[in-house]
């Protein structure tokens, strides 16, 4: 299951938005609730960004 996340607003540290929630991209990816078997996510994530200027 791919999973997104988009983030508009203040800056802030990208463990608050990645990291730090309790169900996380990076938790999803090693134990995602709604997955039937296994408890791995061979998936995983990544991160992007655009700095302006």
Not at 29 to 43: E, F, K, L, M, Y
């Amino acid at each position: 299951m791919c999973r997104h996340l988009a983030y508009l607003g203040p800056a802030v540290a990208l463990r608050e938005v990645v990291t730090d929630p309790p169900h996380s991209l990076l938790r999803q990816s090693w134990a995602p609730r709604r997955q039937r078997h296994g408890t791995v996510n061979a998936d995983g994530f990544g991160v992007g960004w655009y700095a302006d200027g």
